[in-house]
């Protein structure tokens, strides 16, 4: 089973950005769809951006789309997660999670999560 940890979350002003990455170890990243999730205090774990296996396709939550970029570096075995112009309601506990057969957006149906990294937006 694959490994994940997550790291790049911090506190930014509104507008600001932030780079997100999980580096994966135990098994290749190619080998698994991709995904972030994010989960906000007293709120249901979400589906931001979720990535195929062959990584032809990217599927974004609609309040991130145009903000977020999701990709993903085999040779490092790491995806990431670009934020630009962030905003107070993306504030959460960011996770990546994989799975070697599910590319979709619910989370539960993901095997592996890493520990996840807080990001604070501020106003």
């Known amino acids: 089973q694959v490994q994940l940890v997550e790291s790049g979350g911090g506190l930014v002003q509104a507008g600001g950005s932030l780079r997100l990455s999980c580096a994966a170890s135990?098994?290749?990243?190619?080998?698994?769809?991709m995904g972030w999730f994010r989960q906000a205090p007293g709120q249901v774990r979400e589906f931001v951006a979720v990535?195929?296996?062959?990584?032809?396709?990217?599927n974004y939550e609609d309040s991130v789309k145009g903000r977020f970029t999701f990709s993903r570096d085999n040779a490092k075995n790491t995806i990431y997660l670009q934020m630009n112009n962030l905003r107070p309601e993306d504030t959460a506990v960011y996770y990546c999670?994989?799975?070697?057969?599910?590319?979709?957006?619910?989370?539960?149906?993901?095997?592996?999560w890493g520990q996840g990294t807080q990001v604070t937006v501020s106003s």
């Open positions: 999670a994989a799975d070697l057969t599910y590319s979709g957006t619910y989370y539960r149906q993901y095997d592996s």
């Open positions: 135990g098994r290749a990243v190619s080998a698994y769809a």
């Open positions: 990535s195929s296996r062959s990584g032809t396709s990217t």
